[in-house]
């Protein structure tokens, strides 16, 4: 006559299935987790797309998709022990299993805690429109960030911001490879063009690390001020954000440095 306690191929298999469903659990959590940790990149992305957006920090996003890994990565010991303990019970006919399962109750306090977490802090991230007063007042730098071009109206004329920018450039040490007078040529050909000029200027000490990291970024190199008068009769200077540089053409954040000095070479031919 047969045990009725006696385990069968059917808690075998119905162990290992559930068993599989917490392994699936755990991945779900790791990729959730990896997804949430590079959310900080998509919010810069965002406020750097968007000129009339703000966005809150956004460094919490790395420590709640680590958290999430974390908890993925418990939940797959944790399954396996239990799995074997499991195992261990059916080989010896032992029935106790009328308990509730401290993993599940775990890993639901765990994403609840998480998630509560995760919405509030989704919450004090959202994007916050400027109001329209702020948005009508005319910046004295303004940047198109579609498509990277940065704009800083200088005091001068254009002229006399050329000349700034070539002792300024002089005094460290740059070197100017060219100035292209745009309105200049123009004039020559006998049309009418507010002053525009192009300088075109580098420092092969901070230009080669950038070629040898990305080869591309030569599209972009040597560096490029335009100065040029508007319709109304003031003077910008534009120039390609730096930012945007690093990731259109991918290269390591930690040389962005090499051209960021464009952003204080302008602010000081500018005032």
Same mark, same amino acid.
């Given at each position: !006559?047969?045990?009725?306690?006696?385990? $069968?191929?059917?808690?075998?298999?119905?162990?290992?299935? #559930? *068993?599989?469903?917490?392994?699936?659990?755990?991945?779900?959590?790791?990729?959730?987790?990896?997804?949430?940790?590079?959310?900080?990149?998509?919010?810069?992305?965002?406020?750097?797309?968007?000129?009339?957006? %703000?966005?809150?920090?956004?460094?919490? %996003?790395?420590?709640?998709?680590?958290?999430?890994?974390?908890?993925?990565?418990?939940?797959?010991?944790?399954?396996?022990?239990?799995?074997?303990?499991?195992?261990?019970?059916?080989?010896?006919?032992? #029935?106790?299993?009328?308990?509730?399962?401290?993993?599940?109750?775990?890993?639901?306090? !765990?994403?609840?805690?998480?998630?509560?977490? &995760?919405?509030?802090?989704?919450?004090?991230?959202?994007?916050?429109?400027?109001?329209?007063?702020?948005?009508?007042?005319?910046?004295? &730098?303004? #940047?198109?960030?579609?498509?990277?071009?940065?704009?800083?109206?200088?005091?001068?004329?254009?002229?006399?911001?050329?000349?700034?920018?070539?002792?300024?450039?002089? %005094?460290?040490?740059?070197?100017?490879?060219?100035?292209?007078?745009?309105?200049?040529?123009?004039? !020559?050909?006998? @049309?009418?063009?507010? =002053?525009?000029?192009?300088?075109? *200027?580098?420092?092969?000490?901070?230009? $080669? =690390?950038?070629?040898?990291?990305?080869?591309?970024?030569?599209?972009?190199?040597?560096?490029?001020? @335009?100065?040029?008068?508007?319709?109304?009769?003031? #003077?910008?200077?534009?120039?390609?954000?730096?930012?945007? @540089?690093? !990731?259109?053409?991918?290269?390591?954040?930690?040389?962005? =440095?090499?051209?960021?000095?464009?952003?204080?070479?302008?602010?000081?031919?500018?005032?």
């Amino acid at each position: !006559m047969t045990d009725e306690t006696q385990s $069968t191929p059917r808690d075998y298999l119905a162990a290992e299935r #559930t *068993f599989l469903a917490w392994i699936r659990t755990a991945v779900a959590l790791i990729g959730l987790g990896f997804v949430l940790a590079r959310f900080g990149l998509f919010l810069q992305e965002f406020n750097f797309s968007q000129p009339n957006v %703000s966005v809150a920090p956004y460094g919490l %996003s790395l420590w709640f998709g680590t958290s999430l890994i974390f908890l993925g990565v418990l939940t797959c010991i944790f399954s396996l022990v239990r799995y074997l303990r499991l195992i261990d019970l059916l080989k010896r006919d032992e #029935t106790t299993f009328g308990w509730p399962s401290t993993l599940s109750i775990f890993v639901a306090l !765990m994403l609840s805690l998480l998630g509560l977490a &995760m919405g509030f802090y989704l919450i004090s991230t959202r994007p916050n429109a400027q109001t329209n007063s702020s948005r009508n007042q005319e910046s004295i &730098m303004s #940047t198109t960030r579609e498509n990277g071009i940065v704009r800083v109206q200088s005091n001068h004329s254009v002229g006399e911001t050329v000349t700034r920018l070539q002792e300024i450039l002089q %005094s460290k040490g740059v070197k100017l490879f060219i100035i292209v007078d745009h309105s200049g040529e123009a004039e !020559m050909a006998g @049309l009418k063009m507010p =002053p525009t000029k192009l300088l075109i *200027f580098g420092n092969p000490k901070a230009g $080669t =690390p950038l070629m040898l990291a990305a080869p591309s970024i030569a599209l972009d190199l040597p560096l490029k001020l @335009l100065v040029a008068e508007d319709a109304s009769g003031k #003077t910008w200077i534009s120039y390609s954000a730096p930012a945007f @540089l690093q !990731m259109r053409h991918n290269f390591p954040v930690e040389l962005l =440095p090499n051209i960021t000095a464009i952003e204080a070479l302008t602010a000081k031919a500018s005032e």
